[in-house]
């Protein structure tokens, strides 16, 4: 225990303490950015939004390691300084490059500035020094938060590698060789698998350099052949957009930064973005989006129908398919329908749907604000 308390103590942990600190206002300042480029991007294309909502992701991910950075490098010039010169004195075989020059006396010693992590956050104040005092368990709070969903992501893991090999059988020839001409279609290069599942309820994709596409027996039961095509044209999209291994690095930013709700709802919004291009992809496709349309609604249906078969049937959220685990039928059918044909929403709802979860992550940084008063010369200097 007193080895886990010295390592709290490191100038390390208090770094990274303040920078986790400090992505509280700037995950909201970027949370909210993302949210007015996205309501004046809602008419744009998908994969437009879809880029907008990345780029806002990658910015919260990449700007805690850059604070972090600049506090540890104005925590320690002096020390730097100090190496440097000791460096120079020592000179080659030991040879003293640079005399030694006479201590100064006692009372014309100057004392150093100080560099440390609080007087960087916020030079000069009391806040700053108390909140310091309790970096150490903030840090290990967010370490133990890190291992619970890190244990998560890792189980998710291993129930989609379970679902490759249990319950799974090889489709038809018929159906694979439909698999191999939308995949020409697609331009997708690499070979894709086709199995029949009895463990997942909606159409899914698993992994990157050897995908496989697991379909529901009640799909290939109830859809027609037209139908069936289409919900493989929107799996095969995820195929050709890499989606499983960008799902897999949104998943590791929301372990980092599990802390901050506007990481979750970015990341939520990406993930929604995400089905509305494959959407776009598979009608273009399969024929206009009429007939996708009404693919979606039968699959939907099927999905209702069977209600829930076994357990574990229905595909963990936190699993890391390509779509997160939502499958085809993610988000309001009706809103993905609406979408398809271009009508706007029927009400102002879904246009204020940012705003509820921009509002709260607003308020978490209120209190470290007005304690730290955050100084952008110095983290900039």
């Not at 437009?48 to 320690?76: D, E, H």
Request: glycine share 8%.
């Amino acid at each position: 225990m007193s080895e886990i308390q010295t390592l709290l103590q490191q100038p390390a942990t208090q770094v990274i303490g303040w920078a986790l600190l400090h992505f509280l206002w700037q995950g909201t300042l970027i949370g909210t950015l993302t949210a007015l480029a996205l309501a004046a991007l809602r008419r744009s294309a998908a994969d437009v939004r879809y880029v907008v909502g990345t780029i806002g992701l990658s910015l919260m991910l990449t700007l805690p390691a850059v604070t972090a950075v600049q506090l540890w490098r104005a925590a320690t010039p002096a020390t730097t300084g100090a190496a440097a010169a000791a460096h120079l004195r020592q000179g080659y075989g030991g040879q003293a490059m640079i005399p030694d020059v006479a201590s100064p006396p006692a009372a014309a010693v100057e004392i150093a500035p100080d560099h440390s992590p609080a007087s960087v956050a916020g030079p000069g104040t009391i806040d700053a020094v108390r909140l310091e005092r309790w970096l150490p368990g903030l840090v290990l709070g967010w370490l133990c938060g890190v291992a619970v969903l890190t244990l998560r992501l890792i189980s998710g893991w291993l129930w989609v590698q379970r679902m490759k090999s249990h319950g799974a059988s090889p489709a038809g020839a018929g159906w694979q060789h439909i698999v191999i001409r939308l995949s020409r279609r697609l331009h997708i290069a690499r070979r894709v698998r086709l199995l029949e599942s009895a463990l997942v309820d909606v159409p899914t994709v698993i992994g990157w350099i050897k995908p496989v596409v697991l379909l529901p027996a009640s799909a290939l039961a109830g859809l027609s052949p037209v139908q069936l095509e289409a919900i493989l044209a929107h799996e095969l999209a995820h195929v050709r957009r890499h989606d499983y291994l960008f799902n897999l690095l949104q998943s590791v930013v929301e372990t980092l930064l599990f802390y901050h709700p506007a990481v979750w709802w970015v990341s939520a919004r990406i993930r929604l973005e995400r089905e509305d291009c494959c959407d776009d992809i598979a009608s273009r496709v399969c024929g206009g989006a009429t007939l996708y349309a009404r693919a979606l609604a039968a699959m939907e249906e099927l999905r209702g129908r069977d209600g829930t078969t076994e357990p574990g049937a229905a595909m963990p959220r936190f699993a890391l398919a390509a779509d997160g685990g939502t499958g085809p039928g993610a988000g309001s059918l009706l809103r993905r329908i609406r979408r398809l044909f271009g009508k706007p929403e029927p009400d102002r709802r879904a246009r204020l749907a940012a705003w509820p979860a921009a509002l709260v992550a607003a308020a978490c940084p209120l209190l470290p604000l007005a304690a730290v008063q955050w100084n952008l010369g110095n983290l900039l200097a």
